[in-house]
């Protein structure tokens, strides 16, 4: 399993903790300090990429009839709440799978040299060898059933080395 702070999804936004195991999972971390101003974006983009979406609340934003009104059905929500005891997380929803993963924007999360590796492993990078990443990760995106997409992805996340480092250039 690896945890990722702040991972960037689609040159947009930043899902607060991303983990990738058998899934690709996101929690998006709103305080009762925070506005929920950027949540509908927010989740049109993780709704894209992720397998699985949790809000992960304060109190205040839970009593809110507008804040479930934001999410798909498929994502979770958990309540934290403080205490004496510091704070306690409660699971009001899980998360479920979801079903509408947009392919390109999915191999947008891939490197280009890692795109291109997945090509070439199925023979199918003839033609895409010299042209930029977006064009790399679109054949890939054309080229895999949505189901293998999802698991190469998953597999280039939680295997990739220097991660916060600028990708390599090709």
Known sequence: TRFVDELGLCGTVRVDVAVVNGTFSGYELKSDRDTLRRLPAQVEVYSKVLDRATLVVGERHLTHERTLAMLPSWWGVIVARQSDDGVTLEETR?????????????????????????LARRGLDTGVRTKPRRAVAERLAIQLPVEELRAVVRHRLKTREGWRQPPPRA
Not at 94 to 118: F, I
């Open 94 to 118: 899980p998360a479920a799978w979801n079903d509408n993963v947009d392919p390109g924007a999915l191999s947008q999360l891939l490197w280009r040299e890692e795109a291109l590796a997945e």
